[in-house]
């Protein structure tokens, strides 16, 4: 069943590929800026067509990756677990993201460890799934679990192409008892492949061809699976599984090797 969600984004006006942080990305890409707003603001309708809240943040010159919101932080239980960015370059976007939950009433704990938010740490239902191999330390994963109260599982990412976990696995139902995922098993060391098919023997198994199509990288209501429309055959595993799909093409961004949930940061009362 759909669940109205709060959603948290940022506008794409200042977004470019000016330096190269994952295998994405090639330093001085060329970005059609507009083609990029345009394709953020069909994901914003997609949203509030299907009855969830949307709230924006400011972008700021000079951060193109503050759209990929995601990455700021992981809000649970009304909670805000700020991001430490593991890349320089996006280390400013801390302050900009910690005025917003500031204003909006939120007390900020920021990591003491590195960590990207929502990239690397997915509730799902009872726990935390948690990434680490690229951005994320592991230290992060135990001061999420202690802020939280939560328990936090550890998933080792080992390909740099999903370099995020949420780049590789994404949640589909986060109902407790019901908790199910779909993911690309390759993306992970073998005990973390050892524990998805653990906690989750009906998880959906994605292709690399529809994971390389960020087909990962989606959002779930619990009905509506917000969607790459590039990744056919995981769009057809959803549909039969009873999942509406509802396809929403950031092209454009995936230049910088973001999609439709590194855009969107969930507020989670």
Known sequence: MARPRRYLVCEPRHFTVRYAINPWMRQDTEVDTALAGRQWAALVRAYRDHGHVVQCVEPVAGLPDMVFSANAALVLAGRVFGSRFHAPQRQPETAAYEAWFAAAGYDVHRSESKCEGEGDLIPAGRFI?????????????????????????????????????????????????????????????????????????????????????????????????????????????????????????????????????????EVRP
């Open 129 to 265: 799934l948690a990434g680490t191999g690229f951005r994320t330390a592991r230290a992060a994963h135990h001061e999420a679990q202690e802020f939280f109260g939560v328990p936090t599982i550890g998933l080792q990412l080992v390909d740099p192409y999903f370099y995020h976990l949420d780049t590789a696995l994404f949640v589909l139902d986060d109902a407790s008892g019901r908790e199910n995922i779909a993911y690309y098993p390759a993306a992970f060391s073998a005990g973390s492949r050892a524990v998805l098919r653990r906690l989750f023997p009906r998880a959906v198994i994605a292709s690399r061809a529809d994971a390389m199509a960020f087909g990962l990288n989606s959002v779930s209501d619990g009905r509506h699976v917000f969607i790459a429309p590039q990744a056919g055959g995981l769009i057809a595993q959803l549909a039969a599984r009873g999942y509406v799909p509802v396809p929403v093409d950031l092209s454009e961004l995936l230049k910088a090797g973001g999609g439709i949930k590194c855009c969107t940061q």
